[in-house]
């Protein structure tokens, strides 16, 4: 499942690597977009053994993403399959009203989830910004999701505020779809709210061009 690009080497996350992806969600410019404090030591564990919980059983989930030449971690990101939940259903307007959209994945654990339909993500330390490894990474989660999976859509949502992550989605040609309402942070606040709003963006197979 390791995956190269042209500067990256793309291992999935499992509980082995925790330590390194310690180095990205830790990083005090990354954890603030996801959550109210640091995560200790014991939550990446968990972060860690869940996500290669999800490759075994799901077949997909977040790479850590290396340096090809130097080794050095610049990052996580990739795809993971959405639960099959009400905050993902605000989802299914954007997606064509076919069966496909709410049919669940064969393999209920870790958790139920959609079979058809992915979410890409990214996240860097910040030390890697503003080289273009995040676009690398959602290209080739694109590249993942439909040619060796050949799922229908992939989805990417983030705060309404974080317009470098948007910035992402445009630069890998996903097209803004609209808002979901979920628990994370409005501009200007510190503390989560049950109805922040999230900028989402699609991408069809059909509408995919690499
Ligand atoms: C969101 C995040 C991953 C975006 O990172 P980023 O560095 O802005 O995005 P990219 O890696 O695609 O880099 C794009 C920039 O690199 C520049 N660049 C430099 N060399 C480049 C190259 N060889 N190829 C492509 N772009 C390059 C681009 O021009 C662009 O610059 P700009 O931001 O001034 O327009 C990063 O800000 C982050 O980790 N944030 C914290 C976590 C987070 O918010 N994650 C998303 C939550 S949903």
């Known amino acids: 499942m390791t995956v ?3 500067r990256l080497r793309l ?3 499992s509980a082995e690597s925790a330590a390194d992806l310690g180095l990205v969600v830790c990083d005090p410019e990354v954890w603030p977009w996801y959550s109210e404090r640091c995560p200790t030591r014991a939550d990446v564990e968990e972060l860690a053994t869940g996500m290669g919980e999800s490759w075994t059983r799901h077949g997909v989930h977040k790479w850590l993403a290396y340096d090809r030449s130097s080794g050095d971690v610049i990052g996580r990101g990739g795809l993971s399959r959405t639960p099959v939940d009400d905050d993902w259903a605000q989802v299914y307007r954007f997606l064509p009203p076919d069966d496909w959209v709410s049919v ?3 393999e209920p654990e870790p958790y139920v989830a959609h079979a058809n339909w992915l979410e890409l993500g ?3 330390r910040r030390r890697f910004w503003g ?3 995040a676009a690398e990474i959602g290209r080739a989660g694109l590249a993942f999701a439909f040619e060796r999976l050949a799922v229908s859509a992939v ?3 983030t ?5 470098r992550s948007r910035a992402v989605m ?11 309402r979920s628990r994370g942070l409005v501009e200007g606040e510190r503390t989560e709210r049950d109805d922040a709003p999230f900028a989402t963006c699609v991408l069809l197979r059909d509408e995919w061009s690499v």
């Open 4 to 6: 190269f690009t042209d």
């Open 11 to 13: 291992e999935p996350v």
């Open 104 to 106: 669940s994945y064969d």
């Open 122 to 124: 990214w996240a860097l």
């Open 131 to 133: 080289r273009g490894y």
């Open 155 to 157: 989805v990417s949502c």
């Open 159 to 163: 705060t309404r505020h974080n317009r």
């Open 170 to 180: 445009e630069r890998i040609g996903m097209r803004y779809a609209g808002e979901v």
